[in-house]
């Protein structure tokens, strides 16, 4: 079998490396009126979670595209020459996990 990937990343690379090249591209594109989805798939151990939920010291990639979509958001708000957003936007969101077949809500205590 033969594998694609878009980015391959070295260990010393930093959760904010791997936001601007990942996710943060998305972030025009939602604005554009699209719609994205960002996800971590390997194995248990991998560092997954470091890199999605990040520390304090160290946000992960949520906590990078929270601060960008939520800027951008105010600056479209408050600047007539940026694009137009509805009166009211909304944001909504969803964090899931797939672990052992299984797909937990992790918004709602895992259900």
Known sequence: ???YYDEVFS?????EDVYLTTARPLIQHIFAGGKATCFAYGQTGAGKTYTMLGSPQRP????LAGRDIFAQLGQSLSEPSVTKLPEAPLVFLSFFEIYCG???D???HRK
């Open 60 to 63: 992960g990639l949520y906590a």
């Open 102 to 104: 299984q797909l937990y």
């Open 11 to 15: 260990e010393a690379c930093t959760n």
């Open 106 to 108: 992790l918004l709602d």
């Open 1 to 3: 079998h033969e594998f």
